[in-house]
């Protein structure tokens, strides 16, 4: 099964822990970053889709995707 996760978080050192993390996990980059202003926080945020393939699974709506 593939499976996809879009990372978001402030324009800072956490976001990209939160990449890099995810990248040491197994999951790989798909697309391009995204990067915008949250009137709310009024802070840039950024984003990133990630993409993983899981052997011997099966996708069920239920699944915890972060912990694949």
Not at 19 to 45: C, E, F, I, K, R
Request: glycine share 8%.
């Amino acid at each position: 099964m593939k499976v996809y996760r879009f990372l978001t978080g402030p324009d800072d050192a956490s976001f990209c822990h939160k990449v890099t993390l995810a990248l040491n996990q197994g999951w790989a980059l798909h697309g391009s970053p995204t990067y915008g202003y949250n009137a709310d926080t009024q802070q840039m945020q950024c984003g990133q889709a990630v993409v993983k393939e899981v052997e011997g699974k099966e996708y069920h709506p239920d699944i915890k995707l972060s912990e694949q």
